[in-house]
């Protein structure tokens, strides 16, 4: 469990490096994203329609643009093999119990094991 929840934390990290960097590379280049919310299906059909002039400058962005699904994938494996760990825990009942009486639903902990994240049903 602690492994899974280092490896998440670990998996937020690279995702957060991956989307700096196609956000720097972006607006090195002068394209602006001019919608509200990044990361969202708007912001991914914005990215759908970037060019640009030279072709390396375009590999680049289309590798960043992988890296960044690639980061996202990894973290929503490692969150579900979290949750799923989450069944065969051994405080899995008292976890149930307490999420039942504040109507929480999953979470992610810490890596210093003190402080629990929940994330709504």
């Known amino acids: 469990m602690r492994d899974l929840s280092r490896a ?3 998996a937020l990290g ?4 991956a989307r700096q960097q196609l956000k720097a590379l972006l607006l ?6 001019t919608g509200r919310t990044f990361w969202t299906a708007a912001h991914e059909w914005s990215l759908a329609s970037i060019s640009f002039a030279h ?4 590999v680049v962005f289309v ?3 992988h890296a960044v699904r ?3 994938d990894r973290l929503d494996r490692l969150t579900q093999a979290l949750r799923d760990d989450c069944e065969h825990w051994r405080i899995e009942r ?3 119990e307490l999420k039942q009486e504040l109507g929480l639903g999953h979470y ?4 210093t094991g003190a402080a629990f994240t929940i994330t709504p049903p």
Not at 14 to 17: C, D, H, Q, S, T
């Open 94 to 96: 008292d976890y149930q």
């Open 55 to 58: 072709p390396a400058r375009y």
């Open 28 to 33: 090195r280049h002068g394209h602006r994203y």
């Open 70 to 72: 690639e980061a996202q």
């Open 14 to 17: 690279a995702r957060l490096k």
């Open 63 to 65: 590798e960043y643009r």
């Open 108 to 111: 992610t902990r810490g890596a």
């Open 8 to 10: 998440r934390e670990n």
